[in-house]
């Protein structure tokens, strides 16, 4: 189906920013935001592309410490100027609309990214944050024998990361969403995730001022774990709500 083009684009503040266009010759695309530790070549993200894929065009990016990208990671501090760079790259490409999908920090990026942006057409985050300092990061909990396996299972392709400091001010998703009015938001969380909670995506639901939607995954692991878990549901999640708010 349609081509690949992998490319590069700079943010305000001059990293690299290494992305994968499938360019299916649809009138609309989405963009899709991985999470902390995950790069575009990481399995669940591919499938979530091919999933987007089939009804739009697709642009899957490696945030700033990720993959093919420049720089290091910010925690979500300057990770929106990327998703920010995307935007105005799928903005010179003309397409009729553009949609965000975001994992877990990469959710954070979306809502940081789009509460500066009046024209996209819709926005789905999965297991995202509403404050950087109030993940919970449960070691504890079994769930993170999943996740270890689940990277052993995949020889840690598409994983790993280079971070910049944790302290550098970061702008707050919870503050942020307010500003966004004009954008529908799809959150999708998943119950036994032990890194962010699902209130907090019931948090981010309850601030969001605009059109909105929210779906609790019973059993469901952190953010791309759950197309693994419930490939069907999830498709139908993503492509419902995009159908239903991109046209």
């Known amino acids: 189906m349609g081509k690949k083009l992998l490319g590069i684009v700079k943010t305000k503040d001059n990293i690299k ?106 926005m789905i985050l999965i297991s995202g944050p509403y404050d950087f300092w109030q993940i919970n990061y449960h070691f504890w909990e079994p769930e993170v024998i999943s996740d270890l396996k689940d990277n052993i299972d995949c020889a840690w392709e598409g994983k790993g990361a280079r971070v910049d400091s944790l302290f550098i001010p970061k702008p707050k998703p919870i503050t942020q969403i307010k500003r966004i009015t004009e954008t529908p938001i799809l959150l999708i969380h998943g119950t036994r995730d032990w890194i962010i909670k699902d209130y907090h995506s019931q948090k981010l639901f309850d601030a969001a001022p605009g059109e909105k939607k929210i779906e609790l995954i019973k059993g469901g692991l952190h953010a791309e774990r759950l197309i693994q878990q419930y490939p069907e549901r999830m498709k139908r999640l993503i492509l419902g709500w995009l159908k239903k708010t991109m046209g």
């Open 17 to 122: 920013i290494s992305y994968e266009h499938r360019q299916n010759g649809f009138p609309s695309v989405v963009i899709v935001c991985p999470g902390f530790f995950n790069s575009k070549k990481n399995r669940w993200i591919r499938r979530t592309v091919d999933i987007v894929s089939e009804e739009h065009d697709a642009i899957v990016l490696d945030f700033r410490g990720h993959g093919d990208s420049g720089g290091l990671f910010t925690w979500s501090a300057k990770d929106y100027y990327d998703v920010q760079a995307i935007v105005e790259y799928a903005r010179s490409c003309g397409y009729e609309s553009i949609g965000i999908l975001g994992y877990s920090l990469g959710a954070a990026a979306a809502v940081n990214a789009v509460s500066y942006t009046k024209d996209i057409r819709s």
